[in-house]
């Protein structure tokens, strides 16, 4: 279970694991006063201290027992879900609809997916797409019960009812916000201020900020969805074909939050080894501030590893998903930097190593496929050009 919230200038909810900020945009401009989703303000939400965008990378210092911000954080991530097929009947009890992956998830302070399908009421299948996904509110509650704190909707499927489900969306997502448990939803919103605003979460006294953008229109096997893209005054997704946007929010993300994750919808389908251009985006992304930089959308599990100050998984893969194989979630215990700047650092990944079944939801391996899997990954590593 989740634990506190930030909520109408007060802590609300009790026991648990993080304390969500639901003000970004104040946080990140330093402002003593924000407005929620719901739209009421908060005037207790306080900007971390500042922190040097670039520089080498800080040594793990050694953790205080009596210093709660000293402690790892340890950050739950996975891969892509939706609801179709077999699984579309599982919203009918949201409480239970991710299974046996909930205890993986749920374990970690963060838990953080890509929900690729849209989500609401509503709309027409957008003309021209071979495949459509859809899902109703329901989704949004089904991943806060398997405890996921933030879900990115930054995907060629978020809006595939078209832009008349849109507003149906977002209505959804602002309710998840509020919900108990809650979710966070990324990557998407009433314009591109909105689609970019990262989700911001304290651990302990650890501020994680989530960002996510979809770059997926680099994959020419991928429905052209750069009209889906949020603009000035124009609701959408956070699309990063070009990408300054991203990489000035995350530099900005950088200077008032301790770890930077960034969740991408990438590459080419099909490819377990990282395209090119991946490759050098997830190099900018490191440069410009991003501890964490993980994607999917190749639908295969690709390598992850660390690249230089950062930790990168190129590929996610399926999490849950209306066509077996493969899957799992990745774990990243991360230490926070020292203050008043540094970096922080991945010093241990571990995945749980799953298989996708008929019932369309991820399930432990046996000890020979998860000796398989380890393998699998150190070749993946090598092809993404990573390091342990």
Do not use: K, M, N, W
């Given at each position: 279970m989740r634990g506190h919230r930030w909520h109408d200038g007060a802590m609300a909810g009790a026991g648990g694991r993080s304390v969500r900020i639901l003000c970004a945009a104040a946080v990140t401009l330093g402002l003593a006063a924000c407005t929620t989703p719901g739209g009421r303000q908060s005037s207790d939400v306080t900007s971390s201290p500042g922190r040097a965008p670039t520089g080498s990378a800080s040594t793990p210092r050694e953790p205080d027992p009596g210093d709660e911000r000293s402690r790892p954080v340890r950050i739950a991530l996975a891969g892509d879900v939706h609801f179709e097929g077999a699984l579309a009947r599982r919203l009918d009890e949201p409480d239970t609809a991710l299974g046996p992956a909930a205890a993986a998830l749920a374990a970690a302070d963060l838990a953080i997916v890509n929900l690729e399908t849209s989500v609401g009421t509503g709309g027409r299948p957008e003309p021209g797409k071979r495949f459509t996904f859809s899902a109703s509110p329901a989704a949004f509650a089904a991943l806060a019960a398997a405890g996921i704190d933030v879900a990115s909707m930054a995907n060629n499927h978020a809006l595939d009812l078209s832009r008349a489900r849109l507003p149906s969306t977002l209505r959804a997502a602002?309710?998840?916000?509020?919900?108990?448990?809650?979710?966070?939803?990324?990557?998407?919103?009433?314009d591109a201020d909105e689609a970019f605003r990262p989700d911001l979460t304290d651990v302990r006294g650890t501020l994680v900020a989530t960002l996510a953008a979809s770059l997926a229109d680099q994959d020419p096997t991928a429905d052209a969805t750069g009209h889906w893209a949020a603009g000035a005054g124009r609701s959408g997704i956070a699309d990063a074909i070009e990408p300054a946007r991203l990489l000035a929010e995350v530099r900005r993300a950088d200077r008032d939050a301790d770890v930077v994750v960034t969740y991408l919808h990438w590459g080419v389908q099909g490819e377990r080894c990282p395209s090119v251009d991946q490759r050098s985006m997830a190099a900018?992304?490191?440069?410009?501030?991003?501890?964490?930089?993980?994607?999917?959308?190749?639908?295969?599990?690709?390598?992850?590893?660390?690249?230089?100050?950062?930790?990168v998984a190129y590929g996610l893969g399926n999490f849950a998903w209306y066509s077996p194989g493969p899957t799992g979630v990745l774990t990243l215990t991360v230490q926070p930097p020292p203050r008043p700047s540094g970096r922080a650092t991945v010093v241990d990944a571990e995945w749980w190593p799953a298989a996708i079944g008929a019932d369309g939801l991820p399930a432990p391996v046996g000890t020979t496929a998860a000796a398989d899997f380890r393998a699998q990954r150190e070749v993946l590593r090598a092809c993404a050009g990573l390091t342990r």
């Open positions: 602002r309710s998840a916000a509020d919900a108990d448990p809650p979710l966070s939803v990324v990557g998407i919103g009433r900018r992304l490191v440069e410009a501030g991003a501890d964490v930089v993980v994607g999917t959308h190749a639908h295969r599990l690709q390598g992850d590893g660390h690249l230089g100050r950062g930790y």
